[in-house]
């Protein structure tokens, strides 16, 4: 297959790991926080549970144990590593970068690397950036990290946000290969005009951090849920379909396709627009909510976990969050065995 103006060096994913906190805040917990039900919640966006982070609990450390993981999946040590992508909206400190915090902390004393900022389609744009970096022979492998701690930038009072987020991360590694296809190809896309219905307005330079704007609420997320419903199932459907369509494929050659876990409605939107059935689609928001950049690689790792993807199977990767920004990677799982 040719690639579209992409390298020609072959990478793939050679090792995925996750990490998610112990504790678990269940949809009977926040009926005692805010006016809500469990039937409301699960009627609403598919959500059972979440887990969440103890509070001061930076990114850097919830990141820690998905790389470890799939290090260790790939059998490889932290000195081997020699570039870290982090990918989160909900870094550690403005600076240094997450990933040097995480470089350190994971022993990865060789690696260089950096954050990237695309909200919830920022695992599939790092992934698209590690690929460029190991096809153009810069690199010999990285750990992209998509991470997020989004319980930090939530109003607990506002039951119409507090009830869709949940904390985690996963991590895969991208290597060259001899052989097989791996990422096959990539489409990705940013539409600022929408960043209206989707941000966080306090803590950078246009509304730096001051008793003015922690009284406005502009350090929490602000979403237009009925505005970006739309336009997510939408265009997620759309840019699947195309990356599928233009290297040859049917959506019917689609082993599994791997949507950002935003809200079941909108998972089942996409699945109906594209003519499959909900087995086709994995879904795992009911035990994490959103994890903004982690929902992907998450549940990336959990189908080769549980062997829900084999070697040889077509996988999309979509996803659809603020900026806008949303894309799909189209790939070919070349793993023989499950990764623990």
């Known amino acids: 297959m040719v690639k579209r103006g992409l390298p020609v060096r072959t990478v793939g994913i050679t090792g995925t790991g996750m990490y998610v906190p112990d504790r678990i805040l269940t949809n009977t917990h926040l009926e005692q926080l805010v006016e809500t039900s469990d039937e ?11 887990h969440i982070a103890s509070p ?36 550690d400190m403005f600076f240094p970068s997450t990933a040097c915090v995480l470089q350190d902390k994971v022993g990865a004393r060789n690696a260089w690397g950096y954050d990237l900022s695309a909200a919830c389609s920022g695992f599939i744009f790092g992934l698209a950036a590690g690929y460029q970096a ?34 985690g ?20 896309h940013a539409d600022g005009s929408g960043a209206q219905y989707l ?3 306090g803590g950078g330079s246009l509304n730096p951090p001051s008793h003015a704007t922690l009284d ?28 599928v369509e233009r290297n ?38 009911d035990r994490y909510g ?20 084999k070697k040889g199977d077509l996988v999309v990767l979509t996803s659809f969050g603020g900026g806008y920004t949303w894309g799909a990677i189209l790939l070919r799982w070349e793993l023989d065995t499950p990764q623990g």
Not at 142 to 157: I, N, R, S
Not at 229 to 236: D, P
């Open 40 to 50: 409301w919640i699960r009627t609403r966006t598919g959500i059972r549970e979440r």
């Open 56 to 91: 001061g609990t930076p990114a850097s450390d919830i990141a820690a144990p998905a790389v470890r993981a799939a290090l260790k999946s790939r059998g490889l040590s932290p000195e081997e590593i020699d570039h870290i992508i982090v990918t989160t909206v909900t870094p």
């Open 134 to 167: 190991v096809a153009s022979g810069s690199v010999r492998n990285v750990a992209v990290v998509g991470v997020d701690v989004l319980t930090t930038l939530v109003e607990w009072t506002n039951r119409n946000q507090c009830i869709l987020f949940g904390d």
């Open 169 to 188: 991360c996963g991590t895969v590694i991208l290597e060259p290969m001899d052989e097989g296809e791996g990422i096959i190809d990539f489409i990705l």
């Open 199 to 201: 941000h966080m307005l």
């Open 216 to 243: 406005k609420g502009l350090h929490y997320l602000y979403q237009d849920g009925k505005a970006v419903f739309k336009i997510a199932s939408t265009s997620m459907a759309d840019v699947t379909m195309e990356v």
């Open 248 to 285: 040859g494929f049917a959506i019917g050659d689609i082993s599994l396709i791997i949507p950002h876990q935003a809200n079941l409605r909108i998972i089942e939107a996409v699945a109906k627009r594209l003519g499959i059935e909900r087995e086709q689609v994995l879904v795992n928001i």
């Open 290 to 309: 959103n994890t903004t950049a982690a929902t992907i690689p998450i549940g990336l790792h959990e189908a080769a976990l549980s062997g829900r993807i």
